[in-house]
């Protein structure tokens, strides 16, 4: 981090602003403050010209709406038609810049992919778009391809089916309406990489996808840094640090990544998972706890009333919203892995520890389903699924604090 910039005072501009990650970024690249300022469109202009921030980054939905208040527009921001950054000089003029543009050019690099010659998609018309759009024309895509709303029909994708670069500029599938995709990769045969501005969650249904079909992909956290770095330089005239984007995205990645516990019933994930996050300084969820609490009655008691495939479904409604949070440690049920589709909601954001333990030690007090068949054959019915959905596989070592010590260890290291 920079320092001696405490005299001033910055911020981020925006309309909810509740899960930016913008003040832990600016944090870790200066030591100026860094305010979330919420405002309804109508102070928007008294707060460019009277807001009393030397400096300020500016989000959906004022990226247009600032530029009439502004004396001047830089050259990019104007082609772009979009300012995300505003410096106050010290004659009191206000000046308007699009740090976006350097941050989806970053990501364009930091996938490692050559769009020249490609025929591209964005997918949305607002300013996430405008910027894409001008990286991508300015590095010589073959053809650009704009979807909005209107035009995202079979029909019309049909039409596109050779698109080899597609970038999500939508907010679909963005936090806290996760789980939703405004395409399928399946209608693009040809397509080499995803690039999509969403950061929260780190994978989105349409990355997901990606992952699955073993397409090339980036998430929107890497432009995030990148345009926050180069907004420093605008906000002091001084250049950052090199090397300080990669660091800081690794630190926001392991900062916001969830932490979920999977293993067999009775095999330790609750005590170590709650020993983990008092270690790291998280909330601990027990899916458990959170099921009795949603539904009005514990999980032994849905799957004796109601059956196991419908505890089974109320269970996925619980792993939904758990999996949504960021910077979390869960603990899952023993059941989480027999059924695929929970699979997305956890890996959204999570890493995914597989807790192993001898069989003979697990416990089967209360556990219906491990009471109504053998250990063993439950083990072997589910031990696929486990290694399936595991990022990592970790032994408990029967001493709780040793267990969390070899998960810390294992984490350190992810991904290798």
Do not use: W
Request: charged share 25%.
């Amino acid at each position: 981090m920079k320092t001696g910039y405490k005299q001033m005072r910055c911020g981020l501009l925006g309309e909810h602003l509740g899960h930016s990650f913008s003040p832990q970024i600016h944090a870790a690249i200066a030591d100026y403050g860094y305010d979330l300022v919420e405002l309804p469109q109508e102070q928007v202009g008294e707060f460019v010209k009277h807001g009393g921030y030397d400096a300020f980054n500016v989000t959906i939905p004022y990226k247009q709406t600032v530029i009439p208040f502004l004396n001047t527009v830089s050259p990019e921001a104007d082609r772009i038609g979009a300012v995300n950054t505003v410096v106050r000089h010290s004659d009191g003029t206000v000046h308007g810049y699009n740090t976006d543009y350097f941050g989806f050019s970053y990501m364009i690099d930091r996938l490692g992919i050559d769009v020249r010659g490609k025929k591209a998609m964005v997918l949305g018309t607002g300013g996430a778009s405008l910027t894409a759009r001008t990286v991508l024309s300015d590095r010589g895509v073959r053809e650009l391809v704009v979807i909005g709303i209107e035009d995202n029909t079979p029909e019309n994708l049909a039409l596109h089916s050779d698109t080899e670069i597609i970038v999500n500029a939508t907010p679909v599938g963005m936090y806290p309406h996760t789980g939703k995709t405004p395409v399928s990769l399946s209608l693009f045969p040809q397509c080499l990489a995803v690039l999509d501005v969403i950061y929260n969650p780190a994978r989105t249904a349409l990355i997901l996808e990606a992952e699955e079909r073993k397409i090339p992909y980036i998430n929107g956290l890497y432009m995030l840094v990148a345009q926050a770095v180069k907004a420093f330089e605008f906000f002091t005239g001084d250049p950052a640090e090199e090397g300080i984007i990669d660091v800081i995205t690794k630190q926001i990645e392991d900062q916001t990544r969830n932490i979920i516990l999977i293993g067999m019933p009775g095999c330790g994930k609750s005590t170590a998972g709650r020993l983990l996050a008092d270690q790291m300084d998280r909330p601990f969820y027990d899916a458990d706890d959170e099921f009795t609490a949603m539904h009005d009655m514990t999980p032994a008691q849905a799957i004796r009333e109601l059956g196991e495939d419908r505890f089974r479904q109320m269970e996925h409604l619980v792993l939904c919203e758990l999996g949504k949070k960021s910077g979390t440690v869960i603990a899952c049920g023993g059941g989480v892995i027999t059924r695929e589709y929970n699979y997305a909601p956890l890996h959204q954001n999570g890493v995914i520890l597989y807790l192993k333990r001898e069989l003979s030690r697990l416990a089967t007090d209360g556990r219906p389903l491990s009471q109504k068949t053998s250990v063993e054959a439950l083990f072997a019915a589910r031990k696929e699924g486990y290694e399936r959905f595991a990022d990592l596989q970790i032994q408990n070592t029967e001493i709780p604090e040793k267990t969390v010590d070899a998960m810390l260890a294992a984490l350190a290291r992810f991904p290798e």
